[in-house]
T-cell receptor, first 114, second 115 residues
Framework: DQQVKQNSPSLSVQEGRISILNCDYT??????FLWYKKYPAEGPTFLIS?????DKNEDGRFTVFLNKSAKHLSLHIVPSQPGDSAVYFC?????????????FGKGTKLSVKP | DTGVSQDPRHKITKRGQNVTFRCDPI?????LYWYRQTLGQGPEFLTY????????KSRLLSDRFSAERPKGSFSTLEIQRTEQGDSAMYLC?????????????FGPGTRLTVL
């Protein structure tokens, strides 16, 4: 049973527009959420995170929104750039990550077209 | 660059052989994690260490897998009697568990192919 779901395997966006990547989770014990970006043949790179006490966190072009009642989070990238083309993974953990393991979704492949 | 490093980056082996991977975490990080990623999936947790203590093991970590972190610095992951199903990217991550929340930083991974 998948606890973290990214239902869109791929997303294509025009350069300069907004990219919105979505993630749903089922475990109500998750209290810390992270987004990672992954290029081919590289490890995931940490992008941004949010704790369950917040509903929004912003870092430059990246904003993560958390809707706890809907068990849904999203990553907004504005404006999108061709270098943002990668696979984006949503991850979640319990107790702020003190449990050790992160639970990942299957990823969404973002293509930003010039 | 003082990020997480992994060695080797690629390993091709024959079924039944033993393989060992190494991970060097970010130097001040006290936690070290191993994950496995197969095609079309996100990383799946295998095990993690706090300093030299192995605190958690996933049910994915069969008896053929063993991990060590002898001095609380680098770690090794050994797979004995490899099977074709072990073919995957093996990822190492590290974090500094000080505050309430801790991000994990990943290395480039070791891609294992079992023939």
């Amino acid at each position: 049973d998948q606890q973290v779901k990214q239902n869109s395997p791929s997303l294509s966006v025009q350069e300069g527009r907004i990219s919105i990547l979505n993630c749903d989770y089922t475990n109500s014990m998750f209290d810390y959420f992270l987004w990672y970006k992954k290029y081919p043949a590289e490890g995931p790179t940490f992008l941004i995170s949010i704790s369950s006490i917040k509903d929004k966190n912003e870092d430059g072009r990246f904003t993560v929104f958390l809707n706890k009642s809907a068990k849904h989070l999203s990553l907004h990238i504005v404006p999108s750039q061709p270098g943002d083309s990668a696979v984006y993974f949503c991850a979640a953990s319990e107790r702020g990550g003190s449990q050790g393991n992160l639970i990942f979704g299957k990823g969404t492949k973002l293509s930003v077209k010039p | 660059d003082t990020g997480v490093s992994q060695d080797p980056r690629h390993k091709i082996t024959k079924r039944g052989q033993n393989v060992t991977f190494r991970c060097d975490p970010i130097s001040e990080h006290n936690r070290l994690y191993w994950y496995r990623q197969t095609l079309g999936q996100g990383p799946e947790f295998l095990t993690y260490f706090q300093n030299e203590a192995q605190l958690e093991k996933s049910r994915l970590l069969s008896d053929r897998f063993s991990a060590e972190r002898p001095k609380g610095s680098f770690s090794t992951l050994e797979i004995q009697r490899t099977e074709q199903g072990d073919s995957a990217m093996y990822l190492c991550a590290s974090s500094l568990a000080l505050g309430q929340y801790n991000e994990q930083f990943f290395g480039p991974g070791t891609r294992l192919t079992v023939l």
